[in-house]
């Protein structure tokens, strides 16, 4: 799936999901983070959002991350949203970028 902008953000890139339930997520186009800020990779198949993973960015504005055992879902919203830190439980940032996944 392609992930797409959403607000101001200039954040791109895919999202894949092999059939043995492993994501892999590439984002292009992000800002530098400042200080304790990551970005954050959100899953939400039903229910609450689960964490796949969190990144600070490269001097090209790219991040990656990767999930092992996502849960089986007609279709898989992923979202990337900046985060004041690691620690945070769910998203509470502004959301950079969107991807539907359709298994």
Known sequence: AVLTPQGASKAQGLVALRPSGHLLVYVNGLVATKGDQVY???????????????????????????????????????????????????????IVAVATITP
């Open 40 to 94: 954050m990779v959100w899953v939400t198949t039903a229910g609450a959002p689960m964490l796949a993973g969190y990144f600070t960015v490269n001097d090209q504005g790219d991040g990656t991350v990767a999930m092992d055992n996502v849960p089986t879902a007609a279709s898989i919203w992923v979202q990337v949203c900046i985060e004041p830190n690691d620690h945070v439980t769910r998203p509470t940032g502004p």
